[in-house]
């Protein structure tokens, strides 16, 4: 079994930073993709960014510039810095990675449950 646990949120002014870690356990053999995604009340799931094995990036013009997605293979640790945040980052912030499980023959996208992440004065 592979579980994902993020951690970090929490309420912050604007202009304030966070930090999300999420950490992946389990039976795991390799992970692959690792990305961070957001929901914020009625809208729809979003990419916030993504972070390959070899360490290639992509984020979402939305936060370019002002987030960075960062991991630790050897932690099987993926990271968010979140600067400049404004109050349209409030949202559920979720883990993602692409897994590889000891004894399987493909990867899976696996899940973390999520962490709050309100931007309020």
């Known amino acids: 079994q592979v579980q994902l646990v993020e951690s970090g949120g929490g309420l912050v002014q604007p202009g304030g930073s966070l930090r999300l870690s999420c950490a992946a356990s389990?039976?795991?053999?390799?992970?692959?993709?690792m990305g961070w995604y957001r929901q914020a009340p009625g809208k729809q799931r979003e990419l916030v960014a993504t972070?390959?094995?070899?360490?290639?990036?992509n984020y979402a013009d939305s936060v370019k510039g002002r987030f960075t997605i960062s991991r630790d293979n050897a932690k099987n640790t993926m990271y968010l810095q979140m600067n400049s945040l404004k109050p349209e980052d409030t949202a559920v912030y979720y883990c993602?990675?692409?897994?590889?499980?000891?004894?399987?023959?493909?990867?899976?996208?696996?899940w973390g449950q999520g962490t709050q992440v309100t931007v309020s004065s």
């Open positions: 993602n990675a692409n897994i590889w499980r000891l004894g399987f023959s493909r990867s899976n996208d696996y």
């Open positions: 389990g039976s795991i053999f390799r992970i692959n993709v």
């Open positions: 972070i390959t094995s070899g360490g290639s990036t």
